[in-house]
C-alpha cells in the first residue's frame, strides 16, 4: 500500500473512530422503527431467478429496475441509528421479452461496507461514506447516489460497485441524489451541498458523456440541507429551506446533524441553466420544507410553475422527526412582478415520492404520480394518479396488506403518448413480510395489476429507484 493511502486511510479511521466515541454518549435503546417491521435491515446479498409472475409482463419492459435504500450492516445502539443514514443497498429485477430474469440486492461498495464484507476498498470513499437515496441510468452507466459529501458509486450491471467520483471528471466530490436530465441537451443538473461548506452550494452539470461541464457556486447561509431541485425550458429551480446544518447536534451523538432552524428563511431561486449566482432571483415563501419536486415549467413573464410535495415542517423536536406534520401537493408559482411564491393547494392527502414521465421535464404535462406517506404507523398506502388537467385523483390499492414505495413510471416506447406507459414499484406485504415488484397499467390505474413479479425476500422500504432500459441508460 502507498504511503498517501496509508495517511488517507488513517485520516478516515481516526474520523470514524471519533464518531463511533460521541455516539456512544447516546444512551442504549433496543428500539428503533427504521429498523423494524418492513424498514428492518436484510442481512444477506442474494440473487434469486425462477421468479413467480402473475399476469403478463410487457414485453416492451427490457431493462432493469433498480431501487435503492438505507440497508445498515451493523447497529451497535439503535437509539443513535438515522435512517438517512443506513449502508445502502440496491435491489434490481431484470426483464427482457416478457419475462422476469433475475432479482438481485447488493451493498453499495463504500469503505465500510467492503471492509466489512472483506472486499478491497475502492478509491475514492471517504468518512462518513454511505450512498442510500438514488440510482440512476447515465451515459449508459449505472450511478448510485447520495447528498452531503460522499462522491457518487458507479455500479456494473450486476450491482457491484466499481467507481466511485464525480462521473468521470477525475474529481471525488460530493453530488445530489437528486439531478434532473435535460430532455432536450441530456445534461445532468444538480444542486449540490456538503456538510464541510456550510456556506455555499453548487450547480453542477454533466452531459450525457459523464464529463462536468459547469460548476457555479451559490452563496447560503446556516449550512441548508438541500435535498432536490427542478428544471425549467431556461432555468434551474434552487430549493433554500430552514433544515441547516447542526454540528452541535453532532457532538452530541446525533448521526444525521441538520434540524428545523426558526431563524432561516425559505426561498426559492431561479438561476439561468448556464448563468452563475450573480444572475439569481430569489422569491420569500412561508417556512416549510419540500424533498421532491415533480415538474416545473417556465412562464411568460419570466417565472415559473413548479409542483411539490410540501411538509410543513421537518426535524423540529428531534433529528428523528420525519412525517408527523401534513404533506400534501401543492402547485408553486412563482411570480416576477410580486417576487413572491403563490401557492396552490392540488391534494391534501399525506402523499410523497411525486414522479411523472421525464420525457417532459421542464415542458407541459398532465400526469403526476405520488404514493401515500407515513412513517409513523407503517400501513397499506395507495398509489396516487393526479391528472393536472381535470384536477382528478385515481388510486390504486396494493391489496390489504400492500404498501408501495416510490412508484416508476416508464412510457411505452420514446414516442408513446404520455400516459401510455407502466408504473412500476416495490410493494411490501406487511403480512407475509415478502416483497413484489408490481406493474401498473398507467391508463388503468384502477384495475388489476399489468404484471406481479413474486420475490422470495423483503425488499425494505427505501428511497428512489429507476428503471434502467437496455442499450439506453441516458
Ligand atoms: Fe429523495
Known amino acids: 500500500m502507498s504511503l498517501p493511502r496509508l495517511l488517507d486511510d488513517l485520516a478516515v479511521n481516526t474520523v470514524e473512530w471519533t464518531a463511533r466515541q460521541i455516539r456512544k454518549r447516546v444512551p ?8 423494524e417491521g418492513p424498514y428492518a435491515p436484510v442481512r444477506e446479498e442474494r440473487t434469486e431467478t425462477a421468479l413467480r409472475v402473475t399476469g403478463n409482463i410487457p414485453p416492451e419492459l427490457n431493462g432493469l429496475y433498480a431501487r435503492i435504500g438505507p440497508n445498515p450492516m451493523q447497529v451497535e445502539n439503535p437509539a443513535a441509528y438515522h435512517w438517512f443514514t443506513g449502508d445502502g443497498m440496491v435491489h434490481g429485477i431484470r426483464l427482457q421479452d416478457g419475462k422476469a430474469l433475475d432479482y438481485r440486492n447488493r451493498w453499495v461498495g463504500t469503505r465500510a461496507v467492503n471492509r466489512k464484507l472483506g472486499r478491497p476498498t475502492i478509491d475514492g470513499s471517504g468518512p462518513f461514506d454511505v450512498v442510500n437515496t438514488n440510482i440512476i441510468g447515465h451515459g449508459g452507466r449505472l450511478w448510485a447516489l447520495v447528498e452531503g459529501g460522499p462522491t457518487p458509486a458507479e455500479l456494473d450491471s450486476e450491482l457491484n460497485t466499481v467507481k466511485r467520483g464525480l462521473f468521470d471528471s477525475g ?4 453530488y ?3 439531478p434532473h436530465r435535460d430532455p432536450v441537451t441530456g445534461d445532468l443538473h444538480a444542486i449540490c451541498y456538503s456538510v464541510a461548506a456550510p456556506n455555499r452550494i453548487h450547480h453542477v452539470v454533466t452531459n450525457s458523456q459523464c464529463q462536468i461541464t459547469h460548476i ?9 440541507m438541500v435535498h432536490d431541485c427542478a428544471i425549467t425550458a431556461s432555468k434551474v429551480v434552487v430549493m433554500d429551506f430552514p433544515v441547516t446544518l447542526t454540528p452541535l447536534d453532532f457532538l452530541k451523538g446525533s448521526p444525521f446533524p441538520y434540524r428545523w432552524n426558526e431563524k432561516h428563511g425559505a426561498r426559492v431561486g431561479l438561476l439561468p441553466k448556464q448563468g452563475d449566482a450573480s444572475q439569481m432571483r430569489w ?3 412561508e417556512p416549510c420544507y419540500v424533498f421532491h419536486t415533480g415538474n416545473a415549467v417556465d412562464r411568460a413573464d419570466g417565472g415559473i410553475v413548479m409542483d411539490v410535495v410540501v411538509h410543513d415542517r421537518v426535524f423540529g423536536n428531534s433529528a428523528q422527526d420525519l412525517g408527523q406534520s401534513p404533506v400534501t401537493l401543492e402547485r408553486w408559482t412563482l ?3 410580486r ?3 403563490q401557492r396552490q393547494l392540488l391534494n391534501d392527502r399525506q402523499q410523497e415520492f411525486p414522479r411523472y414521465d421525464e420525457r417532459r421535464t421542464g415542458q407541459d404535462y398532465r400526469y403526476l404520480y405520488t404514493v401515500g406517506f407515513d412513517t409513523t404507523t407503517p400501513s397499506p398506502q395507495p398509489l396516487f394518479r393526479h391528472d393536472l388537467h381535470t ?3 385515481q388510486e390504486h390499492h396494493y391489496g390489504q396488506h400492500g404498501l408501495s414505495g416510490e412508484v416508476v413510471f416508464v412510457p411505452r416506447n420514446a414516442n408513446s403518448a404520455e400516459e401510455d406507459g407502466w408504473l412500476l414499484s416495490y410493494v411490501y406485504d406487511l403480512e407475509k413480510e415478502r416483497s413484489d415488484l408490481v406493474i401498473l397499467n398507467a391508463q388503468d390505474v384502477g384495475g388489476e395489476p399489468q404484471a406481479i413479479v413474486h420475490l422470495p425476500v423483503r425488499v425494505p422500504l427505501g428511497f428512489h429507484g429507476n428503471w434502467i432500459a437496455d442499450g439506453a441508460m441516458n
Do not use: C, M
Open 283 to 285: 422569491f420569500e415563501v
Open 339 to 341: 417576487r413572491d411564491v
Open 216 to 224: 457555479t457556486p451559490i452563496p447560503v447561509s446556516h449550512g441548508p
Open 176 to 178: 445530489s441524489a437528486h
Open 391 to 393: 384536477g382528478t385523483v
Open 171 to 174: 474529481l471525488h466530490k460530493g
Open 28 to 35: 442504549y435503546s433496543p428500539s428503533n422503527q427504521f429498523l
Open 335 to 337: 411570480d416576477p412582478q
